[in-house]
């Protein structure tokens, strides 16, 4: 199973789009994640045109319909995989063993917020941001977003530069 995984979009926002890598990566995936922070119900209809699924969670800059319709955190069974969505991670001190114990039966907790990519794992658990597609932030080079991939009870993670 290959997933697409993206958040803190932001849009509308001026002439800012996905980029249509990020959209082409979208559409050749089996599952699509959203961190948050799509901001507007229109990216959410743009992603889900895509074809596959889309499972995103509510994002502090998201608009009332977005935050009517989303969760705030999310718990999915992918494959043989246990995957946790949430868009704030909270401090970035312990940051993994905190995201740990808040979904306990998780193998991964992939978030956003931040929109600067993190991987780190620890004894078979791991934590993903990929960042952003669309806003850079002073800590992050590139435009990014991430893709992983499901085997079985195994799930790797990519971080993809976009520019």
């Given at each position: 199973?290959?997933?697409a995984?993206?958040g ?12 249509q ?5 979208c ?50 069974e ?55 597609p ?30």
């Amino acid at each position: 199973m290959r997933l697409a995984i993206l958040g803190d979009t932001h849009l509308p926002r001026g002439a800012r789009r996905i980029p249509q890598r990020c959209l082409a990566e979208c559409a050749r995936a089996d599952a699509i994640l959203h961190t948050g922070d799509l901001a507007q119900f229109a990216v959410l209809e743009e992603l889900r045109s895509l074809g596959p699924p889309v499972h995103a969670v509510r994002g502090n800059a998201d608009g009332t319909e977005l935050a009517a319709l989303l969760p705030d955190r999310l718990e999915l069974e992918l494959e043989a995989v246990r995957l946790a969505m949430v868009h704030n991670p909270g401090p970035r001190a312990e940051r993994l063993r905190r995201l740990r114990a808040r979904f306990p039966a998780a193998d991964a907790v992939v978030f956003g917020h931040t929109h600067v990519p993190e991987h780190a794992r620890d004894d078979g658990f791991q934590i993903f941001n990929p960042g952003s597609p669309t806003e850079r932030r002073r800590l992050t080079p590139a435009l990014s977003m991430g893709r992983a991939r499901i085997r079985g009870r195994r799930i790797d993670f990519e971080l993809i530069t976009l520019d």
